[in-house]
């Protein structure tokens, strides 16, 4: 491999880093939001909250 083609890898990586770190932040801001918004949701109707909660135990309890 030339230096020039070594250099370009080099970038890849370098990118590839970068872009996997800018995702990783990208999902947990996601968790941050929906969690947030699960929150609110309890306060602002308990009901629908407890009924979704039951549901997703029932459906990891098949899975």
Known sequence: ???HESS????LEEEVKNLSEELIQCQQ???????????RLQVANPDLT??????VEEKQKTE
């Open 8 to 11: 370009r890898v080099l970038v």
């Open 29 to 39: 801001a996601d968790k941050e939001f929906v969690w947030s918004l699960w929150k």
């Open 1 to 3: 491999m030339c230096s």
């Open 50 to 55: 407890q009924t979704v909660s039951l549901v």
